[in-house]
């Protein structure tokens, strides 16, 4: 089939619709901040509202003299040998720093949008992921449905007469009646014509049918968890448990690390979201993770676990479970399995809501004296706009902020019933190890080629395209690109490191809908 007639056929298939998925519950977008050789670049990708579909790209160039732009989809199987050439990004009228262009996704999974920039500063490549995977089948709406009924039922009624016309009078000179004989054939080749019909009609449902039921056996979901928390001497331990066959049945490929952590855990208090933690649960075996929990009060938590395949699809796993008040003892749920005895120092916790309402400016007091303060205009879902904190020490100066894991900031974003979750972090909002494993790929080298654990250090490898810039300079501010998907109630945890302490800022924003009707992505 053509690329064209797959993407009618996935159109047709029961007016289905499909969305991408960037790793993240409910904000399928990509953002990314960062450097194209010389140049600093924001870009955006729209992902397609159907899968194979055309996804929308803007690139910003911030710095640097350019004046040309190409973008290439290559996709994580394929790799750059397989993937189409690249395409030129218009310029847009009026912005010129501002370069628009469209890239096919013709397949679900993992991509590199290749984006090269050339102009009077040189030429500088970035590598930005997208993941495209279908999530959600559309309902035809009643209207078009009768609409189409009537229109086929004409089309169907009009074959069999303009046969039946056709046998009748074909052959008969203007003005003269039709014999008897030329009536009765005419009345056994319309019967003919209607079973044809009918016929095509059958074969037409069963085709119909079956394109949906493929698409609906192929439509996202993220794998199943099963969450528990065991509390034994006064010390919980979250275990969380991969229960899904598509994981068990051995027919993904394995995790890598993000960051150096197989697994970035957020826990929220349900439901006034006023506890949150940050951990890194550990492997037992190939499919549980166990994390000693910080001392978090007790209640109902959200977990949200955000993991990435060697195939570069970062996806995040999510359940709840109940943390109970410290020192209760629950039954354990798995008597032989010993919790784990290290905890990871860059497991965090905080306890607490928003100092302020939302408004303009808000601040939050941070557990070392500093100050975080969001200074931002009226937010607007769909609205491209980089979310930036600044940090004042005690003394009121600017404070100086130190890398936590890997990163100048982290920022998880919540939305009030949970339907929106985003970790993001200053290059954007994608899974760094998305990119990593794909440039692995790209040089020829698979994966990891062991079950599960994360991948050795890799003397050979190459540096990544765009190196981690925002943590090389010494900073009080951070930004993370990002647009809120939905209009809504949210609340923001940005976490940051100053003097070898993480400090976390709690935010809620209120994003107004976009007056000229955007924003929608559910
Ligand atoms: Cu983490």
């Known amino acids: 089939m053509s690329p064209r007639a797959r993407h009618l056929a996935a159109l047709a ?29 924001h870009v955006v990708v729209q992902v397609p509202p159907v899968v194979p579909g055309l996804a929308e790209i803007t690139v910003r160039v911030l710095a640097g003299r350019a004046d040309a732009v190409t973008v290439r989809p290559i996709f994580w199987r394929t790799g750059e040998r397989g993937s189409p050439p690249a395409d030129p990004a ?12 469209q890239l096919w996704l013709m397949e679900a999974g993992t991509y590199n949008v290749r984006i090269d920039v050339r102009g009077a500063d040189g030429a500088g490549a970035a590598l930005v992921p997208v993941t495209a995977a279908a999530t959600r089948r559309l309902a035809m709406q009643a ?50 014509a209607a079973g044809a019909v009918a016929l095509a009609l059958t074969g037409g449902r069963a085709w119909w049918n079956r394109v949906d039921a493929a698409y609906r056996r192929n439509l996202y979901r993220p794998l199943a968890v099963r969450a528990h928390v065991d509390a034994r001497a006064g010390a919980p331990t979250l275990t969380v448990a991969i229960a899904d066959s598509a994981w068990t049945s051995g027919r993904m490929t394995p995790l ?9 855990l957020f826990l929220v208090r349900l439901p006034a979201r006023d506890a949150f933690a940050h951990v890194h649960p550990e492997p037992v075996d190939s499919t549980t993770f166990r994390v000693r929990l910080p001392p978090l009060p007790a209640g109902r938590y959200r977990i949200l676990a955000d993991i990435v395949h060697e195939s570069g699809f970062a996806e995040t796993l999510t359940d709840i479970v109940e943390v109970p008040a410290p020192g209760a003892a629950t039954a354990p749920h798995d008597a032989a399995a010993a919790p784990p005895t290290a905890t990871d120092p860059d497991d965090t916790w905080h306890v607490g809501g928003a100092d302020s309402p939302p408004g303009a400016l808000q601040t939050a007091r941070l557990e070392d004296g500093s100050t975080i303060a969001w200074r931002h205009p009226p937010l607007v879902a769909g609205r491209d706009a980089a979310l930036r904190f600044t940090v ?3 003394d009121g100066r ?8 890997g990163m ?50 890799d003397p050979g490898a190459a540096p990544p395209m765009a190196h981690h810039a925002p943590a090389a300079r010494p900073a009080s501010a951070i930004e993370f690109p990002f647009a809120f998907p939905r209009p809504g109630d949210y609340r923001i945890w940005v976490q940051v490191k100053r003097a070898g302490h993480v400090l976390t800022g709690v935010f809620d924003a209120h994003v107004g809908a976009d007056p000229r009707g955007g924003g929608r992505a559910d």
């Open 13 to 41: 298939a029961a007016g289905a619709a499909v969305v991408a998925f960037s790793g993240h519950i409910g904000s399928p977008n990509t953002f990314f901040d960062g450097d194209a050789g010389p140049y600093r670049i």
């Open 90 to 101: 218009r310029p847009v009228p009026g912005d010129p720093r501002l370069f628009t262009g």
């Open 143 to 192: 209207p078009l449905g009768w609409l189409l009924a009537a229109l086929g039922a004409f089309l169907a009624v009009g074959l069999v007469w303009i046969v039946g016309a056709a046998v009748r009078e074909g052959g008969v000179p203007a003005g003269e009646a039709p014999d008897p004989r030329r009536r009765a054939r005419a009345r056994v080749a319309m019967l003919a």
């Open 256 to 264: 890598t690390t993000e960051h150096g952590k197989l697994m970035h």
């Open 392 to 394: 004042t020490g005690p």
């Open 398 to 405: 600017p404070a100086t902020l130190e890398p936590y894991i």
């Open 408 to 457: 100048l900031g982290h920022a998880a974003v919540l939305r009030d019933d949970d339907s929106v979750f985003v970790h993001l972090h200053p290059m954007g909002s994608f899974a760094m190890a998305s990119r990593e494993t794909l440039q692995r790929r790209e040089r020829g080298d698979t994966g990891t080629g062991r079950w599960f654990r994360p991948a050795p250090a």
